[in-house]
Nanobody, 127 residues
Framework: QVQLVESGGGLAQAGDSLTLSCAAS????????MGWFRQAPGKEREFVGA????????MYEDSVKGRFTIARDSAKNTVYLQMNNLKPEDTAVYYC????????????????????WGKGTQVTVSS
């Protein structure tokens, strides 16, 4: 059974840095894309970024490009979201998700594409 557990959330001030971790277990993830999403109260779940487990190639939502970095450590089965220069609008619950590649390419920005989800970790950024 695949399990994803996020950690590293908390309170930060604008301009601070914070790194979230997603510990993945239960499978070999060589054929997976790992995604990060966030959801603020009253808003839809929003794509933050994703990474191919095998290649390490990331992609990002425009609003975080240049500030956030996604990486994975295959030996530790862990995916990271490094967040720099945090802004109050980054405040949200952050979720880790995993998508197993199939025969056709999918849009990794879409939440429904993902097969597994963590329970989320809260990030709160004050001005």
């Amino acid at each position: 059974q695949v399990q994803l557990v996020e950690s590293g959330g908390g309170l930060a001030q604008a301009g601070d840095s914070l790194t979230l971790s997603c510990a993945a277990s239960g499978r070999t993830f060589d054929n997976f894309a790992m995604g990060w999403f966030r959801q603020a109260p009253g808003k839809e779940r929003e794509f933050v970024g994703a990474i191919s487990w095998s290649s390490g190639t990331p992609m990002y939502e425009d609003s975080v490009k240049g500030r956030f970095t996604i990486a994975r450590d295959s030996a530790k089965n862990t995916v990271y979201l490094q967040m720099n220069n945090l802004k109050p609008e980054d405040t949200a619950v952050y979720y880790c998700a995993a998508h197993e590649y199939g025969s056709s390419r999918r849009d990794l920005r879409v939440p429904s594409v993902y097969d597994y989800w963590g329970k989320g970790t809260q990030v709160t950024v004050s001005s």
